[in-house]
């Protein structure tokens, strides 16, 4: 699975910007991959994207229409269907990150099958697995953990690795999640992986590299969220990282999704990752706390509580969107 | 999903007594299901079992042909199509303990249809799940663990079924392996299903039950084995047990099929089992230790090794096989 690019982004008639957050993220993060968007009477999105029709885009040269945008339910749009066609017709292949497969549709495989072009749904993955072994292997590797679901661990990975790019380290994204996987053309979705092959999942992705190169991957989920734990520890385990990075939203009051379910402490949640981590590489060590103080009421709070943070735990604690990366990655390039 | 018995216990034409391992286990517990078995010349296992023809077995009120042997590649042999296809013309159900689908096979699936037959492929969840929540519901469970796979998790949480029914206790063995599923009659191969729902799917596994009510939950794999930790994980959350039992084999120097990778000293996986357990149900603890130490070289070895392991960890630690598991029982009852 390589997702070419560039990117035309179709965001149907997305109800508001939110339905559209993985297309959002693409073009944050790869805003020269994204070359247009196209939207249909009634969308509510907008990504700021030129407009462009299907025969505009591929005369632009797009290689992919990217449908990056929730539906109800996780379908595709009877309305869709159009337009999809007319993107296979002028040579582009599909991206989809929608839960059902596109590939699923009749008239879609059809038509992607007479042009010769692909259709890639990320949520699934494309290929099947070994089973993982935890042998240690070359290469160094970080991994984003979280006190919770939807921290900023994507985020965090990706600031980390445009930093390394910016120093000169040989580094790569590795994408566990399907925004993350738009945005490297490439990945798995571990959570969609049967639960026998996580951790062999992880070891595919991010295998044997040169000593002195990362793979900065993404996280998934928390050893403390009782619903995805399982997705996490394979994905600690089979990512053998020298490094994690704990990543925490400090306004929440419970677990994502779990009005029942305390958070854990963070102390609680580096060791717990720390211990996970420490059964495929006895050396992996916690350097930094990449904190979301978006919802924080005061830039002083904020201040205070990364300042707390970073003295209680014994290592930089930063907001990856407001301050930077710079001291986690210092903290990195130390190891 | 619920297999009917009796069975009639298919054989093929087994390599040894090793490929016939499952439906050994289904013999050992089940005696009374099993009304014979069937086996193809060149068949090298013995389960025992009177040898009935497929039209002797359908006389003897035979509910269901088991599969409960390995070929080579996990297939169903060119060479057993005709023995299935007169099952199900003779009425009976097919279950499949072979990790390709016996429904697959068009010649068989359509037989099953013409018929009203029903084909169980174990190994392959029939239904989808929701993801776990968590949330704390009635009933109590018991959950095996172990310091690695294959160490006789299956085996002590039947052996407890067992005696806790003996004693008059309220009780349900519940499935996650293909092996407990044929003896339980129903279940989930918890490593075959999607890793977003190891929990959920044991959410639904051991739902909420009686008070006084005890699910003997099957164990799979252990945290501390880096091919599987994941599916052990959403096990140990989605089965919220209030009693853990360790189960370990003592002679064993690495980790099931990985020579690199050093067995845990037991006081870190009762309490890295432990701290997990305690993020669904806080209550949780380990009641005993349960090894199997058929392969230690003398009684008097083997007595000193429980005795020093009751010792050490305070609680009671016995064989299931050789000693029975009344002390892990008096144990349960004591919660």
Redesign the interface.
Known sequence: MQIRHPYHMFLGDAADQLAAKTAHGIVHWRRDWCLGQLRLPDCHADLGLPEMSISDAAAAGVRTLVIGVANRGGVVGENWISTILAALEAGMDIASGLHTRVADIPVVRDAAQAHGQQIFDVRHPDRSFE??????RAGKRLLAVGTDCSVGKMYTALAIEKELTSRGVNCDFRATGQTGIFIAGEGVS???????F???ATEWLAPENAPDHWDIVEGQGS??H??????????V??AQPDALVLCHEPTRTHMR??P??PLPDIATCIE?HL??AH??NPGARCIGIAVNTSAMESEQTRKELLKRLAVAHGMPAVDPVLDGVAPLVDALEAI
């Open positions: 089973v993982g072994t935890g042998a240690r571990v959570d969609a992986v049967v639960s026998d996580i951790s062999g050893l403390f009782p619903s995805y734990a399982g997705v996490t520890m394979g994905l385990h089979g999704g779990l029942h379910q717990g211990n996970a059964l495929t």
